[in-house]
C-alpha cells in the first residue's frame, strides 16, 4: 500500500474515534487552516541556445491549502495534516508550434502536444501520532533537512511521501528519521521514483532513507550530524555546526557545513551503472574508467554574516571535490540542496569546482521602511572539471521584498527576483532570468 493512501486510512480512522474523545482532545480545537494565494510571473532570456526557443515567459495563479489538526487527548495522541495545491495558467508560454518561440513547462505540466496545461491539482494527506515529545507522520511531507529538502521556487512546491519521527525527549537535542518513496515534483502531479542529477530515464529508486540530529551545545551553538542513503545511488554523512556571537557592534553568525558522498548499489558496479544509475562529474580518463559516472564526492563550506543596523554582509566559500559533482535528490524538474551555493538559477556543485560568494543585504524598517527589504549576491565559480579543462562560472542575484504591514490587505507581499548567470561550460547555458511573485495568505481557523 502507498504511504498517502495508508495516511489516508489512519486518518479516516482518527475521525472515527468517539466524538466524546475528540472533544475532550481538543483534536478540532488546536486546529489551524490557511490559505495561501501566490501570483507568479516567470521569465528566462537564454543567451546562447539555437532561435532562443528555449526561452521561457509563463504566468500563473496558484492556491496551496493547509489544514493542520490538533491531537487526541491520551497517552498516545493521533491527528492529520491535509494538504491542496491547484494551479491555474494565466499565460502558458509558447504553443504546440515547431520550433516554439517559447518554451512552456517551468510553471505547469505539459500536454502530449508539450504546451502547457490550462490548470493542475495535486493534493496530500499525512496522518500523525505523538507519544510524549516524539512525534511520527505517515503520508505526505515536506522535509528541510540537510540531507533533503523540498523545492519551493516556482508556482506550487514539490512534496514527498513517506514517513519520519521527529524526537524532543532530550532538552537541546532533536532527533529525527525516516524514509521516503516517491514525490511529486513542483510543476508535476504524478508520484514519480527517485534519482540524482546525470541518471538516466527510468532509473529510479523508491527507498531513500536518512536519519541525524541538532544538538544545542549552548544557545548560540547548534551541531548537526545527518545521514542520507538513496538506495543504488548513494550513501552520504553531513556535518554542521553554526555558532551566533555577539559583538560589542553588531552580531557574527558561522554556518560551516560537510558533507562525505559515497556510491551505493548499482551505481557501484559498471553493470549497474550502464543501467543508468550514474552521477553527474567529469572522468579525465574518458569511457575507458572503470569507476566513470560513480559517486565519488566531499563538499565543504563556510559562510560568515555580519549584521549591524538592518546591514548584513556575508562572506563565504566552497569546494567541490572527487571525482563527481555533488549528489542529491533530484529529479529533474526542480530541486534543492542544501548548498550555501544553491540560488537562483545555479548551483555550484560540479566536480573539482571551487566558489567564492558575497552577499550584502538591508532590511528598510532601519530606514523607517518596515516590510521593505533588498539582497544583491554574487558567486564566482572556477576550476570546474570538464573535457574543455578547467571551466568557470559566475551568478548575480538581486531580490526586493516588501510586505504590506497595516491596512486591509496587511501581510500581501510583493517579490521581485532578478539573476543573471554566466558560463564558459559547453553543458551550461548563459541566461538571464525574473521571477515577480505576489503573496498573500488567508486564516481559515
Known sequence: MKSSTLALAIAAGTFGLSLSHVANAAFFEDSKAKLDLRNFYYDLNNKNTANNNAEANEWG??????????????????????????????????????????????????????????????????????????????????????????????????TFDGGQIISNEIDGLTLTGGQLEHTKTRSSTDD????IGGSLAGADTNKFYFAGGDYKVTKDLTAQYYYGNLDDYYKQHFLGLVHNLALPVGSLKTDLRYFDSSSDGKNSSTAGRAEGYRSAGYWAAGAADPDRFE????????????????????????????????????QGDGSTAYLITDRQIGKFLSAGERTWLAEYGYDFASAGVPGLKATLTYLSGDSIDAAEGDRKEWERDFRLDYTLQEGALKGLGFSWRNASLRSNVSTTTDADENRLIVSYSIPLL
Do not use: C, M
Request: charge should be neutral.
Open 192 to 195: 514519480i521514483g527517485l534519482r
Open 295 to 330: 559517486v565519488d564526492n566531499r563538499t565543504w563550506s563556510a559562510l560568515f554574516t555580519y549584521s549591524l543596523s538592518g546591514h548584513s554582509l556575508s562572506a563565504g566559500y566552497q569546494q567541490v571535490s572527487g571525482d563527481s559533482a555533488f549528489p542529491f535528490l533530484n
Open 61 to 158: 495563479q496558484g492556491f496551496i491549502f493547509n489544514y493542520t489538526s490538533g491531537f487526541t487527548e491520551g497517552t498516545v495522541g493521533f491527528g492529520v495534516d491535509v494538504i491542496g495545491l491547484y494551479g491555474v495558467r494565466l499565460d502558458g508560454g509558447g504553443d504546440s508550434s515547431t520550433p516554439r518561440d517559447r518554451a512552456p513547462g517551468q510553471l505547469f505540466p505539459t500536454e502530449t502536444d508539450g504546451s502547457a496545461v490550462r490548470d493542475y491539482s495535486k493534493a496530500g494527506a499525512t496522518a500523525k501520532l505523538r507519544v510524549s515529545k516524539t512525534e511520527v507522520r505517515l503520508g505526505t511531507l515536506l522535509p528541510k533537512l540537510p540531507v533533503v529538502n523540498f523545492n519551493d521556487g516556482r508556482l506550487l512546491p514539490q
